[in-house]
């Protein structure tokens, strides 16, 4: 590995603090994404009767039939025994952030009242899979999540990596199976748009600001661009041992790992110095440790 040893390399020049494992910035998406989820539900899901998928939908479900209640408060209950599992399978801090999003979110769903006026049933469903969807990923961002389904999820994806909106679509397939004879066809296909559109926002939402490009660079001056990948562009890179196919001659490959905005500085550092380089780019979502994100753990 080629390194610095006078400035950090990894996050370029600029100055930055990891906050994933403080309490107030938790709080902070945990709120925030309770307020947007606990909106999106009141506002539009329940007045045009969809099941937005989950426990909630569940909830919805029972709401619908029975009148019992509130959708909010029967999510409420409904998560008890979720929140055992979560406090022994995943962690108590978990369990704690889990248990203050569906505090939140059932607040919020009871005291914010939004009138949204769609009159498309299908324009209706695009949105509210937008809203809880975006909503339920900022709260995914923290070391918790909003309960029900996402418990499951998140303790899925921490011991079998296994997605979490792969998860939701898997689950509400089953749960909107069993609601045939409860729901109209129409309420069923634009439930299951508004599930679909959000389970991809939530993924979206946990890959923003993560993705990053994995960069592979052959040329004969890998030393000259190496040198100014450290010096220019504060960033750190690994010198890989390869043997040309025809040339039969070994030669430094370097790779390196940047963001968006660094990458068009990476290609203008290679091709100055090289005008035949070979500038392999990739993109990747998932790079933590070093000097990049910190692995997190729930």
């Known amino acids: 590995m080629i390194a610095q040893k006078k400035h950090p390399l990894g996050k370029g020049s600029s100055f930055s603090l990891d906050f994933t494992y403080s309490l107030w910035w938790n709080l902070i998406l945990i709120t925030v994404g309770s ?8 506002s539009i899901a329940v007045p045009y009767q969809f099941m937005p998928g989950g426990i909630f ?14 959708p909010g408060w029967i999510f409420l209950i409904l998560n008890v025994p979720l929140f055992a599992f979560a406090w022994i399978k995943v962690s108590k801090r978990f369990f704690w952030y889990s248990a203050y999003a569906t505090l ?22 695009v949105a509210c899979g937008l809203i809880i969807g975006f909503g339920s990923g900022v709260v995914l961002r923290s ?4 309960g029900g389904l996402d418990v499951i999820a998140v303790y899925l994806y ?4 296994i997605g979490i909106g792969k998860v939701y679509i898997i689950f509400n397939a089953i749960i909107f199976s069993l609601s045939f004879y409860e729901l109209s066809l129409d309420l ?22 993560n993705q990053r490009k994995v960069v592979f660079i052959i040329s004969d001056k ?3 661009i190496s040198n100014d990948i450290l010096n220019s562009l504060r960033q750190s890179a690994t010198f890989i041992k390869g043997i040309g196919a025809y ?7 370097i790779m390196t790992v940047v963001n968006n905005v660094q990458l068009k500085k990476l290609e203008e550092i290679a091709f100055s110095h090289d005008d035949n380089v070979l500038f392999i780019v990739e993109n990747t979502f998932s790079v933590v440790g070093s000097s990049f994100s910190k692995r997190k753990v729930y």
Do not use: W
């Open 104 to 125: 939140a979110t059932t607040g919020f769903y009871e005291l914010i009242n939004i009138p949204m006026h769609i009159e498309s049933q299908l324009y209706a469903c």
């Open 143 to 146: 070391l918790g999540s909003n």
């Open 222 to 224: 890998a030393q000259e």
């Open 57 to 70: 939908g569940l909830a919805s479900l029972i709401f619908y039939k029975t009148g019992i209640l509130s």
């Open 35 to 42: 307020i947007i989820v606990g909106i999106g539900l009141r």
């Open 158 to 161: 921490q011991r079998f990596n």
């Open 188 to 209: 069923i296909i634009a439930s299951l748009i508004l599930v679909f559109i959000s389970a991809m926002i939530i993924d979206k939402t946990l890959s923003l600001f």
């Open 247 to 253: 040339s039969k001659q070994e030669k430094n490959i």
